[in-house]
Nanobody, 121 residues
């Protein structure tokens, strides 16, 4: 069973930075996709950043140039460095992984419980 545990969320002022981590366990395949999604109150879940099984990194339009996703394959850990945070970045951030298709999409196999990021003005 895949388990994903997010950490690093918290309260930060607009313009600040945060680094999220996601520790994955139970991943049995080398080719898998793993990514970050977020959901703000009253809004649909949206993709933030994702690394597909062919090692391509995708970013949501709203975070391009501000967020950077990285992966430590040996530790099965991924990170999301978030800079120049805006109040609209406030959301619960989820880590997700997919071993079945290796694709990045909102229906990925496994999901963490999420970590709350609050950006204050």
């Amino acid at each position: 069973e895949v388990q994903l545990v997010e950490s690093g969320g918290g309260l930060v002022q607009a313009g600040g930075s945060l680094r999220l981590s996601c520790a994955a366990s139970g991943i049995t395949r080398d080719n898998y996709a793993i990514g970050w999604f977020r959901q703000a109150p009253g809004k649909e879940r949206e993709a933030v950043a994702c690394i597909s099984s062919d090692f391509r990194t995708y970013y949501g339009d709203s975070v391009k140039g501000r967020f950077t996703m990285s992966k430590d394959a040996g530790k099965r850990t991924v990170y999301l460095q978030m800079n120049s945070l805006k109040t609209e970045d406030t959301a619960v951030y989820y880590c997700a992984a997919d071993q079945t298709t290796g694709w990045c999409y909102t229906g990925m196999d496994s999901w963490g419980k999420g970590t709350l990021v609050t950006v204050s003005s």
